[in-house]
Structure formats: C-alpha cells, structure tokens
C-alpha cells in the first residue's frame, strides 16, 4: 500500500540556520505530495503542495519539489526562525481519493 | 470562516464507560473527515461523511465506534466500552466537494482512557 517515510526527529537548528527534512513515499500511480503543518495545540495546517512530477510546492518560505525519479518531497527553508518550531508532516493522495497518507512527523525545534 | 471546531478539547475517562466527541466544520464544506492521532504517529483515517451520508470506513474503526453526521453539518464521534488503546487525539476535518480540496483540521479532542 501507499507510505510516507519521513526523517526522525527532533531536528534542532538556530535561527537563521538552513532546514531539510526528508521525505520520501511509495505509491502506485502518480500522487499529490503535501507538507502539513502543525503548531502546539492546534491543528494540521496545509503548508504546500504539489500534484505532478517537478513542481515545486512553497509558502511562506518553505519549499519542496516533487522527485519521481527519487520517490522524494524533501522540506527546505533557507533561513529558519524560532515561530517554525512545530512538527511537520508529509503526505501523500493517491490520484482520485479524498485521503491522505501521512509520514509519522518530524518536529523541528528552532532556538534563538 | 471560523474554522474547524472540536469539544471537548480534553477528555480522561475510564475503561469500559462510552464517550462522545462532537465536531463543527466550515459551514460551506460538505465532507468531513475523522482521523486518530497517537504519539510520534501521523493522522490515520477513521471515517468520512459527504453532508449526512458515511461514505467510507477504516479497518481502523473497530464495532466500538460510531460516527453520525445526522443533518450534514456537524459530526459526532462516540467510543463504547473504551479501552486503554484508544486513548489518542481524535482529529475532525472538512473540505469541500473535489478530491483536490484542500481538508482544514480542527484542533483535536485528546482522549485518555485510564
């Protein structure tokens, strides 16, 4: 079946410091590849995404582009501050369905 | 837009008693999602509802949960004769229609079962 296999954590940077989080899945078909999301005591937020091979998926500063060649959605972010300490997801939809598979989280601590 | 609602926040309980969860979603979307969140795991999918009807269930969902979504707007999960392993979050989310449509999350009913 479908799987998301993302790096343990916690990865712990300083401000400013340069951020990858891996992530790579297995999937028949040709899936959507998202990166969630989610700050203390709230909920999944949608962070990026992307729905075909080579795009690249960004906000807020954060980036992924889709590998099909590696099977990877890697996380970036050039610069890192203490607010995107959180745990990030990754995830996958098969082509048509409504559900999710979601990577295990890898929380990212950020000191000043 | 006030966003995906859950109540209660927290819930601690004993083995073997029933305990319900409810959730509000956007009020424009029409698919809502349960999904149970444990420790250092991802969202794993229960259930999800298009407006009233359950239109499909994980292997997840053991005969001891039920979920309704009785007018298609707000849902209520309910957990009978709870068990140590289902403490967890429970997670509630909606979307709209499209399988593209982006799911919003609420922010989680966590349950312990003592």
């Known amino acids: 079946g479908d799987s998301v296999t993302q790096m343990e954590g916690p990865v712990t940077l300083s401000e400013e410091a340069f951020l990858t989080i891996n992530c790579t899945y297995t999937a028949t078909g040709y899936p959507s590849l998202f990166w969630y999301v989610q700050y203390p005591g709230e909920g999944l937020q949608l962070l990026l995404k992307a729905t075909k091979a080579d795009d690249k998926g960004s906000n807020k500063g954060f980036e992924a582009t889709y590998r099909k060649e590696t099977t990877s959605f890697h996380l970036e972010k050039g610069s890192v501050q203490v607010s995107d300490s959180a745990v990030y997801f990754c995830?996958?939809?098969?082509?048509?369905?409504?559900?999710?598979?979601f990577g295990r989280g890898t929380s990212l601590i950020v000191h000043p | 837009d006030t966003g995906v609602s859950q109540n209660p926040r927290h819930k601690i309980t004993k083995r073997g008693q029933n305990v319900t969860f409810r959730c509000d979603p956007i009020?424009?979307?029409?698919?809502l999602y349960w999904y149970r969140q444990t420790l250092g795991q991802g969202p794993e999918f229960l259930t999800y509802f298009q407006n009233e009807a359950q239109l499909e269930k994980s292997r997840l969902l053991s005969d001891r949960f039920s979920a309704e979504r009785p007018k298609g707007s707000f849902s209520t999960l309910e957990i009978q004769r709870t068990e140590q392993g289902d403490s967890a979050m429970y997670l509630c989310?909606?979307?709209?229609?499209?399988?593209?449509?982006?799911?919003?999350f609420g922010p989680g009913t966590r349950l312990t079962v003592t």
């Open positions: 995830a996958l939809k098969a082509g048509g369905s409504y559900i999710p598979t």
């Open positions: 009020s424009e979307h029409n698919r």
């Open positions: 989310a909606s979307s709209r229609t499209g399988p593209g449509d982006e799911q919003y």
